[in-house]
């Protein structure tokens, strides 16, 4: 079974605290997307990757970096976490293919900054 | 910029039809759906390509006009499976897979 993993489904932490979420896809898939899902806003991509040691900015990226070092892992870090940045967090991942690879996520990461 | 879904809810009986539309302000390359149960993570229902393929789900319908940039889904003799948050996800020139604020649709019996 396609399987998307998130490190961690609840993290609580403190303003000024660096976050590392964590995600592992074992498809071998070259895409790889962090979203931000807050209600009424729907999905809100962050950073994605289409390959390794490669990033692009999505739609909010301030705030927030990305580091993908191996084709399976992607990893999204909050440098300074602010309360701003309470949401839950989704990563996805997908094959490369022009008109969309179907996306498979993680079940999420619901962070809450205190 | 995110795509425009309607309606923001839909409330259904079983068996009744409801259509969810999705636009766009930009020249689109695909169209993709996805459903989110409560709890759970979005899972791909069907995508949808300029020039007319589809992929995806045997059971769910969907048109893309590429000239007006919609797309809408249709889902048909509703069942209880069916409640959830519909996404639309749309993809331009740049690649980047961009979602709408979905629509909420709950089936009761």
């Known amino acids: 079974d396609v399987k998307v993993t998130q490190s961690s489904r609840y993290l609580v932490k403190r303003t000024g605290e660096k976050v590392f979420l964590e995600c592992v896809q074992d498809?071998?898939?070259?895409?790889m997307f962090w979203y931000r899902q807050d209600p009424g806003l729907g999905l809100r991509l962050i950073y994605f990757?289409?390959?390794?040691?490669?990033?692009e900015k999505g739609d909010i990226p301030e705030g927030y970096s990305v580091s993908r070092e191996k084709k399976e892992r992607f990893s999204l870090i909050l440098e300074s976490a602010s309360t701003n940045q309470t949401s839950m967090y989704l990563c996805a991942s997908s094959l490369w293919e022009r008109g969309g690879g179907e996306l498979f996520f993680g079940e999420g990461s619901r962070l809450t900054v205190l | 910029q995110q795509p425009v879904q309607s309606p923001q809810a839909v409330i259904l009986r079983e068996g009744e039809d409801a259509v969810i539309n999705c636009s766009s302000s930009?020249?689109?390359?695909?169209v993709h759906w996805y459903r989110q149960k409560h709890g759970e993570a979005p899972v791909f229902l069907m995508i949808l390509l300029k020039g007319g393929e589809q992929k995806g789900h045997d059971k769910i319908s969907a048109s893309f006009n590429e000239k007006k940039q919609q797309s809408s889904l249709y889902l048909t003799a509703s069942q209880l499976s069916y409640s959830g948050t519909y996404f639309c996800?749309?993809?331009?020139?740049?690649?980047?897979?961009?979602f709408g604020t979905g629509t909420r649709l709950q089936v009761f019996p």
């Open positions: 996800g749309t993809e331009g020139r740049t690649d980047k897979l961009i």
């Open positions: 498809m071998d898939h070259e895409n």
């Open positions: 930009k020249a689109l390359y695909s």
């Open positions: 990757s289409y390959d390794v040691k490669m990033k």
